[in-house]
């Protein structure tokens, strides 16, 4: 399995700061396809998990961008530009590029 | 709008099945990829499996052994059965549809989640 591992676990940020996610995979996440399969999730308190961004740097429909990823092989990471309140909850990097699809810890941000 | 949503006890006996049911609305299950997910409080996200179109099911590894996922076109549902579970199994399940390749996500519709819990 491929393992990944986010950082920090904890995020704790004033209102229109940036904020920055990083989630590294234990092997490359590069198909030969030429794609990187790494996404990114976030999970608003109460609700399911959401797409934020596939293939590493592609935002979801209906994502501000404000939201950006970034990364290859096996190193990756999430940017907010200017934190919202509506931006608290956990945030999870995923590797679809083989089964079994595995996540990471989870980075729960919250507004200081 | 494909929807989905999760039905079946919210309570099982250690030892016991699991078996829980999603019910698809807005399309026709025949056309797409469905998954199911759990989140528990000490593995965080943990991938289930997969179901595909053409009937084919890939499930994790650590999981193989007890999980079955199929599919009632008549009822436009998927289901999953877990066996012999313990009170490591206690967890929000999701069903999901999952999208392959991944280009938009993998797994871009969830349902709302269902609590099992383990437990005499």
């Known amino acids: 399995d491929i393992m990944m591992t986010q950082s920090p676990l904890s995020l704790p940020v004033t209102p229109g700061e940036p904020a920055s996610i990083s989630c590294r995979s234990s092997?490359?996440?590069?198909?030969?396809?030429?794609?990187?399969?790494l996404e990114w999730y976030l999970q608003k308190p109460g609700q399911s998990p959401q797409v934020l961004i596939s293939l590493t740097s592609n935002r979801a429909s209906g994502v501000p961008d404000r939201f950006s990823g970034s990364g290859s092989g096996t190193d990756f990471t999430l940017k907010i530009s200017r934190v919202e309140a509506e931006d608290v909850g956990i945030y999870y990097c995923?590797?679809?590029?083989?089964?079994?699809?595995?996540f990471g810890q989870g980075t729960t941000l919250e507004i200081k | 709008q494909v929807q989905l949503q999760e039905s079946g006890p919210g309570l099982v006996k250690p030892s016991e099945s699991l078996s829980l049911t999603c019910s698809v609305s807005g399309d026709s299950i025949s056309s797409y990829h469905w998954s199911w997910i759990r989140q528990s409080a000490g593995k965080g996200l943990e991938w289930i499996g997969r179901?595909?179109?053409?009937?084919?099911?890939n499930y994790n590894p650590s999981l193989e052994r007890r999980v079955t996922i199929s599919a009632d076109t008549s009822k436009n549902q998927f289901s999953l059965k877990l066996s012999s579970v313990t009170a490591a199994d206690t967890a929000v399940y999701y069903c999901?549809?999952?999208?392959?390749?991944?280009?938009?996500?993998?797994?871009?519709?969830w349902g709302q989640g269902i609590m099992v819990t383990v437990s005499s």
């Open positions: 995923m590797q679809a590029l083989q089964t079994p699809y595995t």
């Open positions: 092997q490359s996440l590069l198909s030969s396809g030429g794609s990187t399969y």
């Open positions: 999901t549809r999952v999208v392959v390749p991944a280009t938009y996500g993998a797994f871009d519709i």
């Open positions: 179901l595909l179109t053409r009937g084919t099911t």
